[in-house]
C-alpha cells in the first residue's frame, strides 16, 4: 500500500500532476499511468474510465476532482497553441508570397520604364523625378530639367485606388504638419546632394555604379541615428481623423495636374538633357500605377526595410527591395548597360564624402518622417494630409536646390551644396531633440 498516489497525463512536452492523500494499490498506478486520450470519449472520457476504475475512496477525494480540471484544461491550451500557430504560419507565407509578386511587378515595371526611354540608372526616382516636375512647373528654371513627370502622379494613384479597394484609405492630418513640410525639404536637399533617392540608389547599385555602393553606408548611418532617437521617445505626435475630403484633395490635385499636362502646353518641357529622356505617357503613367499600388500592398519603403533591420530584426520588408535590385540587375546585365566602377556613371558623381553625407540626411530624416520619399507619396494617396505636405516640402526643396546652386551635377557637389548639407544634418538634430519626448 502507498501513502499517496499520482496520476501523469503528458500533453506536447508538459506535464500535469495531482496527487491525493488517499491509499491506493499499486496496481491502479501501473493501470492509469500514462493516461491517453481514449479513442471514443477523448481525452475527458479517458478521465472518467479512470475514475470508474478507482477506489471509491480515491475516485471522489478532491484532488482527483483537480487532477480532471488541470488535464482537461491543459489540453484545450495546447490545442489552441497549435491553432494560433497554424494561423500564424499561414500567414506568414502568405505574406511572404505578396510581398514576392510585389517584388516582381516592380521589377518589370522598373525594365519597362527603363526600356521606354527614362534617363539611365534612373528608371524610376522620387526626387529626380519632383524635380522635373518642379520645372515644369516653373518653381525651377533649369532647362534640361522640366517635364512633368506622370510616374509621380501615377503612384499616388495607384496607391489611392488600391487602398480604396482594400477599405484601407484614412483621411488623417494634424501630426506637426509644420515640421514635416521643413523636413521633407531637408530630405531633398540630401537626396540632390547625392543625385538620387534611396530607389534610385538601389538602381545605380544594380548598374554598377559604385558610389551608390558608398552612399548606402551614409544612408544607414542615418537610419542608425534616426532610430536613437526613436528609441529615445521621438515624436511629431498622432495624427487624427479628418473629413475625406481632405484626405482626397491631393490626389484629385495631381489628376487636374495631369489633365492640364495632356491638353495644355502651360508646363515647361525640356528639349535636351535628362528632363528630354522619358517614356511615353501611356507607359510612365501606367508604369507608375502599377508601382503605387505594388508600394500600397508591400508597404515598400527603403528607410522602412533598414529600421524594422536594425529596430526589431524583421527583414521581410527587404524582399520586394531585393527583387527589384535583381530584376534591374539581370536587365543592365543584358542589355550592356552594367558597368562597374565609380567613374562615367549616368548623371551621378563619385565624390564619396558628399554621396555619404548627402544620403546620411536622408536616412536621418526619412526615419524621423516615418517613410522615404516613395512611402510619403504612398502614403499620401492613401489619404494622409501630413504625407501631402511632405511632398509639398520635397517639391520646394527641388526647387530651392536648383535655384541656388546647391544640387550636385556629375562634376560634383558644389560649395553651397557642401554647406547646405551641413546645415540640414544640424537641423535635423535640432528637430530630433525638440521633439524627443520624455518617457515616463
Known amino acids: 500500500m ?24 499499486v496496481s491502479f498506478l501501473r493501470e492509469t499511468a500514462p493516461l491517453r486520450p481514449h479513442r471514443d470519449h477523448g481525452f475527458g472520457g479517458s478521465l472518467f474510465c479512470v475514475a470508474n476504475r478507482v477506489p471509491g475512496r480515491v ?52 525594365v519597362m520604364l527603363a526600356a521606354g526611354g527614362n534617363p539611365g540608372n534612373m528608371a524610376i526616382c522620387v526626387a529626380c523625378f519632383i524635380r522635373d516636375s518642379a520645372g515644369a512647373m516653373k518653381l525651377q528654371t533649369v532647362e534640361t530639367l522640366q517635364y512633368l513627370r506622370p510616374e509621380i502622379i501615377g503612384i499616388v494613384l495607384g496607391a489611392a485606388i488600391m487602398a480604396i479597394g482594400r477599405k ?10 509644420v515640421i514635416r513640410f521643413f523636413l521633407g525639404f531637408i530630405v531633398m536637399i540630401g537626396a540632390l546632394v547625392f543625385l538620387g533617392c534611396p530607389l534610385r540608389m538601389v538602381l545605380r547599385m544594380a548598374g554598377g555604379d559604385l558610389n551608390a555602393w ?111 535590385f535583381g530584376g534591374m540587375l539581370v536587365y543592365n546585365l ?10 562615367d556613371q549616368p548623371i551621378a558623381h563619385s565624390d564619396a564624402l558628399w554621396n555619404i553625407l548627402g544620403m546620411y540626411v536622408v536616412g536621418f530624416g526619412a526615419t524621423l518622417l516615418g517613410g522615404c520619399p516613395l512611402r510619403q507619396l504612398t502614403l499620401a494617396g ?51 531633440f525638440v521633439f524627443m519626448k520624455k518617457r515616463a
Open 2 to 25: 502507498l501513502s499517496s498516489f499520482c496520476i501523469c497525463a503528458r500533453a506536447a512536452g508538459s506535464r500535469a500532476h495531482a496527487c491525493a492523500s488517499e491509499e491506493a494499490p
Open 59 to 110: 475516485a471522489g477525494s478532491p484532488a482527483l476532482l483537480a487532477c480532471v480540471v488541470v488535464l482537461a484544461t491543459d489540453r484545450m491550451i495546447l490545442r489552441t497553441k497549435r491553432k494560433r500557430k497554424n494561423r500564424i504560419m499561414n500567414a506568414m507565407k502568405k505574406e511572404r508570397i505578396v510581398l514576392i509578386v510585389c517584388g516582381v511587378l516592380a521589377a518589370l515595371v522598373a
Open 168 to 177: 484601407e484609405f484614412r483621411a488623417t492630418a494634424g501630426s506637426s504638419p
Open 214 to 324: 558608398v552612399a548606402l553606408v551614409g544612408f544607414a548611418a542615418g537610419i542608425g541615428t534616426g532610430i536613437f532617437f526613436l528609441k529615445k521617445g521621438f515624436s511629431l505626435g498622432r495624427a487624427e481623423k479628418v473629413a475625406k475630403a481632405e484626405g482626397a484633395a491631393f490626389p484629385v490635385v495631381l489628376i487636374g495636374l495631369l489633365v492640364l499636362s495632356v491638353v495644355t502646353t502651360v508646363f515647361a518641357v525640356s528639349t535636351s538633357g535628362p528632363g528630354s529622356m522619358h517614356a511615353a505617357l501611356p507607359i510612365s503613367l501606367i508604369g507608375g500605377l502599377v508601382f503605387g499600388a505594388v508600394a500600397q500592398v508591400s508597404r515598400m519603403c527603403f528607410a522602412g526595410c533598414l529600421r524594422d533591420v536594425f529596430l526589431v530584426r524583421d527583414g521581410k520588408g527587404m524582399i520586394v527591395i531585393a527583387i527589384l
Open 334 to 343: 543584358v542589355m550592356g548597360t552594367f558597368n562597374l566602377g565609380f567613374a
Open 382 to 432: 492613401q489619404g494622409s494630409a501630413d504625407s501631402a505636405v511632405t511632398v509639398l516640402g520635397m517639391l520646394l526643396g527641388a526647387a530651392f536646390a536648383h535655384n541656388f546652386g546647391l544640387a550636385s551635377s556629375p562634376a560634383g557637389p558644389t560649395a553651397a551644396g557642401q554647406l547646405a548639407t551641413v546645415v540640414c544634418i544640424a537641423a535635423l538634430f535640432v528637430v530630433a
